[in-house]
Protein backbone atom coordinates (compact mmCIF):
# COMPACT_ATOMS: atom_id res chain seq x y z
CA UNK A 1 0.00 0.00 0.00
CA UNK A 2 1.43 3.32 -1.04
CA UNK A 3 2.00 5.73 2.06
CA UNK A 4 -0.08 8.25 2.25
CA UNK A 5 2.78 10.59 3.16
CA UNK A 6 6.52 10.83 2.19
CA UNK A 7 8.94 13.24 3.93
CA UNK A 8 12.13 14.00 2.71
CA UNK A 9 15.35 15.65 4.11
CA UNK A 10 18.48 15.85 2.17
CA UNK A 11 21.57 15.49 5.03
CA UNK A 12 24.99 16.78 4.50
CA UNK A 13 27.15 16.70 7.39
CA UNK A 14 24.64 16.07 10.16
CA UNK A 15 25.73 13.39 11.78
CA UNK A 16 24.50 14.66 15.55
CA UNK A 17 21.45 15.90 13.89
CA UNK A 18 19.60 12.05 12.10
CA UNK A 19 18.70 10.22 15.71
CA UNK A 20 16.99 13.40 16.93
CA UNK A 21 15.20 14.28 13.64
CA UNK A 22 13.94 11.13 12.59
CA UNK A 23 12.67 10.85 16.23
CA UNK A 24 10.82 14.15 16.08
CA UNK A 25 9.20 13.16 12.42
CA UNK A 26 8.21 9.96 14.05
CA UNK A 27 6.32 11.67 16.69
CA UNK A 28 4.66 14.18 13.98
CA UNK A 29 3.86 11.65 11.41
CA UNK A 30 2.00 9.28 14.68
CA UNK A 31 0.10 11.99 15.22
CA UNK A 32 -1.43 12.25 11.36
CA UNK A 33 -1.34 8.69 10.18
CA UNK A 34 0.30 5.60 10.64
CA UNK A 35 1.06 4.98 6.69
CA UNK A 36 3.90 7.07 6.21
CA UNK A 37 7.76 7.22 5.03
CA UNK A 38 10.81 9.00 5.94
CA UNK A 39 13.47 9.29 2.99
CA UNK A 40 16.73 10.54 3.98
CA UNK A 41 19.18 11.13 1.30
CA UNK A 42 22.82 11.63 2.25
CA UNK A 43 24.36 14.07 -0.57
CA UNK A 44 28.05 13.22 0.00
CA UNK A 45 28.54 14.39 3.91
CA UNK A 46 32.16 14.49 4.92
CA UNK A 47 31.12 13.13 7.94
CA UNK A 48 29.37 9.55 9.21
CA UNK A 49 25.53 10.51 8.17
CA UNK A 50 25.47 7.60 6.21
CA UNK A 51 26.16 5.49 9.04
CA UNK A 52 23.47 7.26 11.47
CA UNK A 53 20.99 7.01 8.60
CA UNK A 54 21.53 3.15 8.17
CA UNK A 55 21.21 2.58 12.02
CA UNK A 56 17.83 4.51 12.08
CA UNK A 57 16.54 2.67 8.62
CA UNK A 58 17.26 -0.54 11.10
CA UNK A 59 15.41 0.42 13.92
CA UNK A 60 12.17 2.14 11.55
CA UNK A 61 10.84 0.29 8.84
CA UNK A 62 9.49 3.61 7.38
CA UNK A 63 12.40 5.11 7.56
CA UNK A 64 14.65 4.85 4.12
CA UNK A 65 18.04 6.06 3.14
CA UNK A 66 19.42 6.66 -0.06
CA UNK A 67 23.17 7.59 -0.89
CA UNK A 68 24.25 9.69 -3.47
CA UNK A 69 28.08 8.76 -5.28
CA UNK A 70 28.93 12.38 -4.17
CA UNK A 71 27.90 15.47 -3.56
CA UNK A 72 25.39 16.56 -6.03
CA UNK A 73 23.95 19.55 -3.66
CA UNK A 74 20.62 20.24 -2.10
CA UNK A 75 18.65 20.69 -4.64
CA UNK A 76 19.78 17.97 -6.50
CA UNK A 77 19.37 15.47 -3.57
CA UNK A 78 15.49 16.68 -2.80
CA UNK A 79 14.88 15.65 -6.70
CA UNK A 80 16.27 12.49 -5.78
CA UNK A 81 13.94 11.64 -2.82
CA UNK A 82 10.54 13.34 -4.48
CA UNK A 83 11.80 11.12 -7.68
CA UNK A 84 11.81 8.22 -4.92
CA UNK A 85 9.28 8.51 -3.43
CA UNK A 86 5.35 6.94 -3.52
CA UNK A 87 3.07 9.18 -1.17
CA UNK A 88 0.48 11.11 -1.93
CA UNK A 89 1.90 13.87 0.30
CA UNK A 90 5.60 14.94 -0.14
CA UNK A 91 6.75 16.78 2.25
CA UNK A 92 9.84 18.17 2.40
CA UNK A 93 12.28 20.07 5.11
CA UNK A 94 16.19 20.33 5.82
CA UNK A 95 18.00 18.26 8.26
CA UNK A 96 18.81 20.93 10.63
CA UNK A 97 15.23 21.33 12.43
CA UNK A 98 15.15 25.11 11.64
CA UNK A 99 11.61 23.98 10.52
CA UNK A 100 9.36 22.50 13.20
CA UNK A 101 8.12 18.93 12.06
CA UNK A 102 4.51 19.93 13.86
CA UNK A 103 3.78 22.31 11.28
CA UNK A 104 3.78 19.33 8.62
CA UNK A 105 -0.12 19.11 10.58
CA UNK A 106 -0.41 22.42 9.30
CA UNK A 107 0.77 22.09 5.55
CA UNK A 108 -1.95 18.97 5.60
CA UNK A 109 -4.44 20.56 6.65
CA UNK A 110 -3.76 23.85 4.19
CA UNK A 111 -4.23 21.27 1.03
CA UNK A 112 -7.66 20.26 2.10
CA UNK A 113 -8.48 23.79 0.99
CA UNK A 114 -7.58 22.27 -2.40
CA UNK A 115 -3.66 23.48 -3.06
CA UNK A 116 -1.23 20.93 -4.89
CA UNK A 117 1.58 23.23 -3.47
CA UNK A 118 1.93 24.59 0.12
CA UNK A 119 5.01 26.77 0.74
CA UNK A 120 5.88 28.02 4.50
CA UNK A 121 6.63 31.71 5.26
CA UNK A 122 8.84 32.25 8.35
CA UNK A 123 7.58 34.61 10.87
CA UNK A 124 11.11 35.59 11.84
CA UNK A 125 13.98 34.34 10.21
CA UNK A 126 17.07 33.52 12.88
CA UNK A 127 19.71 33.96 10.65
CA UNK A 128 23.17 36.23 11.28
CA UNK A 129 22.58 39.45 10.32
CA UNK A 130 24.99 39.51 7.55
CA UNK A 131 23.08 36.63 6.07
CA UNK A 132 19.79 38.61 6.23
CA UNK A 133 21.72 41.65 4.65
CA UNK A 134 22.92 39.30 1.46
CA UNK A 135 19.60 37.64 1.48
CA UNK A 136 17.51 41.46 0.71
CA UNK A 137 20.38 42.38 -1.53
CA UNK A 138 19.93 38.96 -3.32
CA UNK A 139 16.21 39.54 -3.64
CA UNK A 140 16.42 42.99 -4.57
CA UNK A 141 18.58 41.63 -7.83
CA UNK A 142 16.40 38.82 -8.45
CA UNK A 143 13.53 40.67 -8.56
CA UNK A 144 15.19 42.61 -11.30
CA UNK A 145 17.30 39.81 -13.17
CA UNK A 146 14.46 37.51 -13.21
CA UNK A 147 10.83 36.68 -14.08
CA UNK A 148 9.65 35.69 -10.98
CA UNK A 149 9.71 37.32 -7.73
CA UNK A 150 11.37 35.86 -4.56
CA UNK A 151 10.36 36.22 -1.13
CA UNK A 152 12.57 36.24 1.31
CA UNK A 153 10.55 34.83 4.42
CA UNK A 154 9.78 31.35 2.36
CA UNK A 155 11.23 28.58 4.09
CA UNK A 156 12.64 25.64 2.86
CA UNK A 157 9.41 23.29 4.65
CA UNK A 158 6.88 22.92 2.10
CA UNK A 159 4.32 19.82 0.75
CA UNK A 160 3.44 19.21 -2.85
CA UNK A 161 0.98 16.92 -3.79
CA UNK A 162 1.99 13.33 -6.41
CA UNK A 163 0.88 15.59 -9.59
CA UNK A 164 3.26 18.32 -8.58
CA UNK A 165 5.77 15.61 -7.70
CA UNK A 166 5.55 13.54 -11.13
CA UNK A 167 5.81 16.88 -13.12
CA UNK A 168 8.98 17.95 -11.07
CA UNK A 169 10.03 14.91 -11.98
CA UNK A 170 10.02 14.63 -15.49
CA UNK A 171 11.80 18.04 -16.00
CA UNK A 172 15.94 17.57 -16.41
CA UNK A 173 16.56 21.08 -15.91
CA UNK A 174 20.69 21.10 -14.64
CA UNK A 175 20.60 24.38 -12.83
CA UNK A 176 17.78 23.75 -10.07
CA UNK A 177 16.65 25.45 -7.40
CA UNK A 178 13.53 23.27 -6.59
CA UNK A 179 11.24 26.02 -5.00
CA UNK A 180 11.48 28.10 -8.36
CA UNK A 181 11.06 25.05 -10.49
CA UNK A 182 7.65 23.83 -8.78
CA UNK A 183 6.60 27.61 -9.10
CA UNK A 184 7.18 27.44 -13.26
CA UNK A 185 5.17 23.67 -12.87
CA UNK A 186 2.25 25.62 -12.08
CA UNK A 187 -0.57 24.34 -10.22
CA UNK A 188 -2.67 25.87 -7.14
CA UNK A 189 -0.48 27.34 -4.80
CA UNK A 190 -1.14 28.04 -1.07
CA UNK A 191 0.99 29.54 2.30
CA UNK A 192 1.03 29.09 5.49
CA UNK A 193 2.90 30.93 8.63
CA UNK A 194 5.43 29.22 10.34
CA UNK A 195 8.16 29.93 13.18
CA UNK A 196 11.60 29.68 12.56
CA UNK A 197 13.83 28.22 14.83
CA UNK A 198 17.35 28.18 15.53
CA UNK A 199 19.83 25.06 14.08
CA UNK A 200 19.59 22.20 16.32
CA UNK A 201 23.25 21.54 15.99
CA UNK A 202 26.54 23.03 14.12
CA UNK A 203 26.03 25.09 11.28
CA UNK A 204 25.16 25.52 8.44
CA UNK A 205 27.44 23.58 5.72
CA UNK A 206 26.72 26.70 2.83
CA UNK A 207 29.73 28.39 2.00
CA UNK A 208 30.14 31.67 0.15
CA UNK A 209 31.03 30.16 -2.74
CA UNK A 210 28.02 27.66 -2.75
CA UNK A 211 25.85 30.90 -1.81
CA UNK A 212 27.01 32.33 -5.02
CA UNK A 213 27.18 29.37 -7.51
CA UNK A 214 22.84 29.51 -6.51
CA UNK A 215 22.53 32.92 -6.75
CA UNK A 216 23.79 33.00 -10.53
CA UNK A 217 21.54 29.44 -10.84
CA UNK A 218 18.68 31.46 -9.73
CA UNK A 219 19.20 34.25 -12.00
CA UNK A 220 20.52 32.89 -15.07
CA UNK A 221 18.21 29.81 -14.98
CA UNK A 222 14.63 31.64 -15.28
CA UNK A 223 14.96 34.42 -17.30
CA UNK A 224 17.52 36.10 -20.17
CA UNK A 225 17.46 39.18 -18.63
CA UNK A 226 20.82 39.62 -18.17
CA UNK A 227 21.35 39.77 -21.48
CA UNK A 228 18.96 41.96 -22.38
CA UNK A 229 20.16 44.77 -19.55
CA UNK A 230 23.55 44.13 -20.88
CA UNK A 231 22.60 44.67 -24.90
CA UNK A 232 20.41 47.67 -23.54
CA UNK A 233 23.34 49.07 -22.55
CA UNK A 234 25.58 48.48 -24.75
CA UNK A 235 23.04 50.23 -26.95
CA UNK A 236 22.92 53.38 -25.00
CA UNK A 237 26.80 53.54 -24.79
CA UNK A 238 26.34 53.65 -28.68
CA UNK A 239 24.22 56.25 -28.67
CA UNK A 240 26.11 58.19 -26.35
CA UNK A 241 29.21 58.04 -27.87
CA UNK A 242 27.27 59.40 -31.37
CA UNK A 243 26.26 62.47 -29.83
CA UNK A 244 29.51 62.89 -27.79
CA UNK A 245 31.60 62.59 -31.26
CA UNK A 246 29.17 65.24 -32.78
CA UNK A 247 29.68 67.92 -30.09
CA UNK A 248 33.43 67.26 -29.91
CA UNK A 249 33.54 68.33 -34.20
CA UNK A 250 31.25 71.13 -32.72
CA UNK A 251 33.39 72.01 -30.12
CA UNK A 252 36.78 72.05 -32.47
CA UNK A 253 34.81 73.88 -34.95
CA UNK A 254 33.63 76.29 -33.33
CA UNK A 255 36.00 76.58 -30.27
CA UNK A 256 39.49 76.18 -29.31
CA UNK A 257 38.77 72.94 -27.68
CA UNK A 258 42.15 70.48 -27.69
CA UNK A 259 41.14 67.05 -26.79
CA UNK A 260 43.62 65.17 -24.17
CA UNK A 261 44.58 61.85 -24.49
CA UNK A 262 43.23 61.06 -20.90
CA UNK A 263 40.16 60.98 -21.49
CA UNK A 264 40.56 58.52 -24.44
CA UNK A 265 42.16 56.30 -22.25
CA UNK A 266 39.52 56.72 -20.06
CA UNK A 267 36.72 55.73 -23.13
CA UNK A 268 39.00 52.81 -24.69
CA UNK A 269 39.14 51.22 -20.76
CA UNK A 270 35.02 51.48 -19.97
CA UNK A 271 34.07 50.56 -23.50
CA UNK A 272 36.82 47.03 -23.03
CA UNK A 273 35.10 46.95 -19.37
CA UNK A 274 31.60 46.98 -21.50
CA UNK A 275 32.84 44.22 -23.62
CA UNK A 276 34.24 42.15 -21.11
CA UNK A 277 31.33 42.23 -18.94
CA UNK A 278 28.89 41.32 -22.13
CA UNK A 279 31.29 38.56 -22.73
CA UNK A 280 30.88 37.64 -19.15
CA UNK A 281 27.39 37.22 -19.16
CA UNK A 282 27.05 35.18 -22.15
CA UNK A 283 29.59 33.10 -21.07
CA UNK A 284 27.65 31.63 -18.32
CA UNK A 285 24.62 31.31 -20.50
CA UNK A 286 26.84 29.27 -22.76
CA UNK A 287 28.50 27.33 -19.95
CA UNK A 288 24.76 26.69 -18.45
CA UNK A 289 23.74 25.47 -22.05
CA UNK A 290 27.23 23.01 -22.15
CA UNK A 291 26.24 21.52 -18.91
CA UNK A 292 22.52 20.84 -20.45
CA UNK A 293 23.47 19.45 -23.42
CA UNK A 294 25.84 16.98 -22.13
CA UNK A 295 22.81 15.18 -20.85
CA UNK A 296 24.38 13.74 -17.67
CA UNK A 297 21.87 12.33 -14.65
CA UNK A 298 20.69 15.00 -12.40
CA UNK A 299 22.65 12.45 -9.08
CA UNK A 300 23.19 9.27 -8.95
CA UNK A 301 22.29 6.50 -6.20
CA UNK A 302 25.20 4.64 -4.85
CA UNK A 303 22.73 2.84 -2.13
CA UNK A 304 19.29 2.66 -0.96
CA UNK A 305 17.52 1.01 2.44
CA UNK A 306 14.25 -0.43 3.18
CA UNK A 307 13.14 0.44 -1.07
CA UNK A 308 12.19 -2.97 -1.13
Not at 30 to 39: A, K, L, V, W
Not at 241 to 252: E, P, Q, R
Not at 266 to 287: D, H
Amino acid sequence: MKPEISVVSPVYGAEKIVDELVRQLIDSLEQITSNYEIILVEDGSPDNSWRKIQENCLKFKQVKGIKLSKNFGQHHAVSAGISESKGNSIVVMDCDLQDDPKDIQKLIDKTREGYDTVFTIRSKRRHPLLKRILSKLYKSLFSLLSNEEFSLLNGSLYLINRKVADAVTDLKDKPRLMGQVIRWVGFKVGYIEVKHKDRFEGKSSYSVEKLMNMVWDGWISNSDKMLRIVMYLGVFISISAFFAAILIIIMKSFIDFMTGWSSIIVAILFSTGLILLAQGVVGLYVGKIFEQTKERPLYIIDEKINFN
